[in-house]
């Protein structure tokens, strides 16, 4: 019913920068929030960042002052703007959909996820 599209993962050296895009589209009545997750090798998935419709924001405390989440309602576009890169943060990050259907029933979606490697 849904399909994220995610772009701007890759290699990047340790206080690097990357930007992460992902673009929702089909069956979306309204978005509730937007997020991303990331998952480590032998690590459970942890949520990363969420923005709601509104604007509000929720951050884990790792990337608190390095990360930036925001919004685009009218494209369905969310946006992490990642700064100062540790490689702590390496992990294959994915795009969360928080939405309702026209139908009105509240669905979730994952993007497949697109690799993140931070190196020393």
């Known amino acids: 019913q849904v399909q994220l599209v995610e772009s701007g993962g890759g290699l990047v050296q340790a206080g690097g920068s990357l930007r992460l895009s992902c673009a929702a589209s089909?069956?979306?009545?309204?978005?509730?929030?937007m997020g991303w997750g990331r998952q480590a090798p032998g690590k459970q998935r942890e949520l990363v960042a969420f923005?709601?419709?509104?604007?509000?924001?929720n951050y884990v405390d790792s990337v608190k002052g390095r990360f930036t989440i925001s919004i685009d309602n009218a494209k369905k576009m969310v946006y992490l703007q990642m700064n100062s890169l540790k490689p702590e943060d390496t992990a294959v990050y994915y795009c969360n959909l928080y939405y309702k259907t026209n139908s009105r029933v509240s669905l979730t979606a994952w993007g497949q996820g697109t690799q993140v490697t931070v190196s020393s």
């Open positions: 089909g069956n979306i009545f309204s978005i509730n929030s």
């Open positions: 923005i709601t419709s509104g604007g509000n924001t």
